[in-house]
């Protein structure tokens, strides 16, 4: 069970947008910067959005993030086939003191 | 480049050590946090170890007081010493690099580096 809740699964066609949802509390999103990370199929992560809504360079602004409260979010817009991978969230806890990450969610363009 | 290479990974027996390094490349390895973060086949990002440029140590509590995170400076080197491995422990074991700064949103950290991953199997 992960501390921060991810849906396991997403799907859109080429060109939709998708939005992606990471739940946490006051003690992780609450308190500090969300990161997300992209894992393309037998790769290492990526980090694709840090500090809530920022973009590595490199990253395509088709890549959004946004975080309200406790929650945040990762939305993708006109969706491509190469954007198929494993979406993980991430912050740091203030209560465990340790970094927490989403279970991940699965990208599928259909 | 910048990069980041692990290595160490294999099979190990249930009670046994491993010894992971990450050989780091392109960048001043002395300035930057480093941390260990294990996924297990087909499961999330897991979270291992970190260390600070001051050599100061974090873990959680699923591998504190087993796990030991050290780095090199002078050799450009992370290490990860694993003791008492449990088949829990089995998964790829990735070296990141942590980078911080300051936006509109406040501090920020996040891990931008990522090496390639050395896998780690902990059965008899």
């Known amino acids: 069970q992960s501390v921060l809740t991810q849906p396991p699964s997403a799907s859109g066609t080429p060109g939709q947008r998708v939005t992606i949802s990471c739940s946490g509390s006051?003690?992780?999103?609450?308190?500090?910067?969300v990161n997300w990370y992209q894992q393309l199929p037998g790769t290492a992560p990526k980090l694709l959005i840090y500090?809530?809504?920022q973009r590595p360079s490199g990253v395509p602004d088709r890549f959004s993030g946004s975080k309200s409260g406790t929650s945040a979010s990762l939305a993708i817009s006109g969706l491509q086939s190469e954007d198929e991978a494993d979406y993980y969230c991430?912050?740091?806890?203030?209560?465990?003191?340790?970094?927490?990450f989403g279970g991940g969610t699965k990208l599928t363009v259909l | 480049e910048v990069q980041l290479v692990e290595s160490g990974g294999g099979l190990v027996q249930p009670g046994g050590s491993l010894r992971l390094s990450c050989a780091a490349s392109?960048?001043?390895?002395?300035?930057?946090?480093m941390h260990w973060v294990r996924q297990a086949t087909g499961k999330g990002l897991e979270w291992v170890s970190a260390?600070?440029?001051?050599?100061?140590?974090y873990y959680p509590g699923s591998v504190k007081g087993r796990f030991t995170i050290s780095r090199e400076n002078a050799k450009n080197s992370l290490y990860l010493q694993m003791n008492s491995l449990r088949a829990g422990d089995t998964a790829v074991y990735y070296c990141?690099?942590?980078?911080?700064?300051?936006?509109?949103?406040?501090?920020?950290?996040?891990?931008?580096?990522w090496g390639q991953g050395t896998m780690v199997t902990v059965s008899s």
């Open positions: 990141a690099r942590q980078m911080m700064g300051s936006s509109y949103d406040g501090p920020y950290d996040a891990f931008d580096i």
């Open positions: 392109g960048f001043t390895f002395s300035s930057y946090d």
């Open positions: 260390i600070g440029t001051a050599g100061d140590t």
């Open positions: 006051s003690s992780n999103i609450g308190s500090n910067t």
């Open positions: 500090s809530n809504n």
């Open positions: 991430a912050a740091w806890d203030d209560s465990l003191n340790v970094w927490v």
